[in-house]
């Protein structure tokens, strides 16, 4: 569809998001063996901004050089200044905050650190702490940039990572954020404001109903949209009807095979060890790198 | 005393509910005259920090005491510092609950009996 292309935006495209919808459909395979090509004759980083379960680590085993907490902004309520009059707990969205005749309680699991209750406290009552949530480690694997977040676990705060993780986004490589499976907020976060996105599915009806999600989502966010098939000898042809009918373009069609499965289980890109994978992924670096001048070019258009 | 008992619908012949911040309604019963009116739960379809919510609107009514089938961690932390106290039924309508109070047949509990989202049924997470 025309709206893929005719959208707002930077006027170079390198910041490409990986994500799916589906989840198991090969964003991480996709975006690792990618950057591992393309690495070869450009300056390219990887961003593994799933970071409820970063895995991108295990194919690239990256020297991490550099750590940084990511913390988000809890209210602490001085019971001195205190007159619970309630009106923290009435503006808070998250419920995170309980007002009684007596007391003020905080539930910090439950805030997301936006910091209304502090707005509307009229007696000054409330401050803010820092409570850290997750981290940023940044590092290389061989000549790629690398960068990950990992969520701490048993929070849920996974945006705040996100977030954090994009600022360390270098716009002047060609940059891959794989993203989340789904379409929630850590993958809103993560897709949004990049320059476009690659949406690796496979032709089932999983695969589709899922992919349909994404591609809603990416319309709101208008963030230019292709499609990868992965495991594109199984299924059926609904979902390339599907691309079809949407204008989506299919930049690559990759075979299933159990050599993939094997090396992936092994934590071994496949242009490591196949020749065949690696001409494959080549001709897909190709086919992104011409989709996302065209991107470029329709958008200097505008 | 007054007591909240979560309950399924709005009369004292109603199921008493197994869930605290889930539950669709509380009848509040002075036990001491046996009066007693149903308050809706505004808070149970919140999508996190139901009992909590809960916890507050039941002791802004100056409930001395809730009846129930569980209660969360969250809940419980609430309650505790809104000074209510929390006694689990076994089920039953309203009324044969609050009569298992009265009698002094219900354990007052200090603790959480289900860890947290367990009121969300199959959407636990």
Redesign the interface.
């Given at each position: 569809m025309a709206t893929h292309l005719s959208v707002p935006g930077r006027q170079v495209t390198t910041v490409l998001s990986v994500a799916s919808g589906k989840g198991g459909t090969g964003k991480t395979t996709v975006a690792v063996n990618l950057a591992i090509v393309m690495s070869e004759t450009m300056a390219v980083q990887l961003v593994d901004a799933d970071v409820e379960e970063p895995n991108a680590h295990i194919f690239l085993k990256p020297t991490l050089t550099s750590s940084e907490t990511v913390s988000v902004s809890v209210p602490e309520i001085d019971e001195a200044l205190c007159t619970h009059c309630g009106k923290c707990?009435e503006a808070c969205a998250?419920?995170?905050i309980?007002?009684?005749?007596?007391?003020a309680?905080v539930?910090e699991e439950?805030c997301h650190g936006c910091g209304t209750c502090r707005l509307v406290c009229p007696s000054g009552a409330i401050r803010e702490r820092q409570r850290p949530v997750g981290a940023v480690e940044a590092g290389h694997s061989r000549d790629i940039s690398f960068v990950q977040g990992r969520l701490k676990p048993g929070e849920v705060l996974a945006p705040a990572v996100v977030r954090a993780v994009k600022r360390q986004v270098d716009k002047d490589s060609l940059v891959f954020i794989d993203c989340s499976p789904g379409t929630s907020c850590p993958v809103v976060q993560a897709v949004r404001k990049t320059d476009a996105c690659l949406l690796v599915t496979e032709p089932t009806p999983f695969g589709l109903h899922d992919l349909k999600l994404a591609v809603e989502m990416l319309e709101k966010l208008q963030v230019p949209a292709a499609v990868i098939l992965n495991r594109a000898d199984v299924g059926d042809g609904r979902l390339e009807a599907y691309c079809q009918e949407q204008g989506l373009p299919v930049l690559g069609r990759l075979p299933f095979s159990r050599q993939v499965a094997t090396s992936y289980a092994r934590g071994v890109p496949i242009v490591d060890e196949s020749q065949t994978w690696r001409d494959i992924y080549q001709n897909l670096a190709a086919s992104v790198s011409g989709w996302a001048t065209r991107v470029s070019r329709l958008r200097r258009q505008d | 005393m007054v007591i909240a008992v979560s309950s399924d619908g709005p009369t004292m012949e109603s199921p008493a509910c197994p869930r605290f911040g889930r539950a669709p309604s509380f009848l509040i019963v002075d036990t001491d005259t046996g009066k007693h009116t149903c308050l809706a739960n505004s808070?149970a379809m919140?999508s996190?920090?139901?009992g909590?919510?809960t916890?507050?609107m039941l002791?802004?009514q100056g409930v001395n005491a809730v009846v129930t089938g569980n209660v969360g961690p969250?809940a419980v932390?609430?309650l505790q510092?809104?000074?209510v106290r929390i006694y689990l039924s076994p089920g039953g309508s309203v009324k044969e609950v609050t009569d298992l109070y009265t009698q002094g047949k219900l354990t007052e509990v200090q603790g959480p009996s289900v860890p947290s989202h367990s009121g969300l049924g199959w959407r636990r997470i």
């Amino acid at each position: 569809m025309a709206t893929h292309l005719s959208v707002p935006g930077r006027q170079v495209t390198t910041v490409l998001s990986v994500a799916s919808g589906k989840g198991g459909t090969g964003k991480t395979t996709v975006a690792v063996n990618l950057a591992i090509v393309m690495s070869e004759t450009m300056a390219v980083q990887l961003v593994d901004a799933d970071v409820e379960e970063p895995n991108a680590h295990i194919f690239l085993k990256p020297t991490l050089t550099s750590s940084e907490t990511v913390s988000v902004s809890v209210p602490e309520i001085d019971e001195a200044l205190c007159t619970h009059c309630g009106k923290c707990s009435e503006a808070c969205a998250f419920n995170a905050i309980m007002t009684t005749a007596k007391t003020a309680l905080v539930f910090e699991e439950l805030c997301h650190g936006c910091g209304t209750c502090r707005l509307v406290c009229p007696s000054g009552a409330i401050r803010e702490r820092q409570r850290p949530v997750g981290a940023v480690e940044a590092g290389h694997s061989r000549d790629i940039s690398f960068v990950q977040g990992r969520l701490k676990p048993g929070e849920v705060l996974a945006p705040a990572v996100v977030r954090a993780v994009k600022r360390q986004v270098d716009k002047d490589s060609l940059v891959f954020i794989d993203c989340s499976p789904g379409t929630s907020c850590p993958v809103v976060q993560a897709v949004r404001k990049t320059d476009a996105c690659l949406l690796v599915t496979e032709p089932t009806p999983f695969g589709l109903h899922d992919l349909k999600l994404a591609v809603e989502m990416l319309e709101k966010l208008q963030v230019p949209a292709a499609v990868i098939l992965n495991r594109a000898d199984v299924g059926d042809g609904r979902l390339e009807a599907y691309c079809q009918e949407q204008g989506l373009p299919v930049l690559g069609r990759l075979p299933f095979s159990r050599q993939v499965a094997t090396s992936y289980a092994r934590g071994v890109p496949i242009v490591d060890e196949s020749q065949t994978w690696r001409d494959i992924y080549q001709n897909l670096a190709a086919s992104v790198s011409g989709w996302a001048t065209r991107v470029s070019r329709l958008r200097r258009q505008d | 005393m007054v007591i909240a008992v979560s309950s399924d619908g709005p009369t004292m012949e109603s199921p008493a509910c197994p869930r605290f911040g889930r539950a669709p309604s509380f009848l509040i019963v002075d036990t001491d005259t046996g009066k007693h009116t149903c308050l809706a739960n505004s808070s149970a379809m919140e999508s996190g920090g139901a009992g909590i919510q809960t916890a507050q609107m039941l002791a802004a009514q100056g409930v001395n005491a809730v009846v129930t089938g569980n209660v969360g961690p969250n809940a419980v932390r609430a309650l505790q510092a809104a000074g209510v106290r929390i006694y689990l039924s076994p089920g039953g309508s309203v009324k044969e609950v609050t009569d298992l109070y009265t009698q002094g047949k219900l354990t007052e509990v200090q603790g959480p009996s289900v860890p947290s989202h367990s009121g969300l049924g199959w959407r636990r997470i």
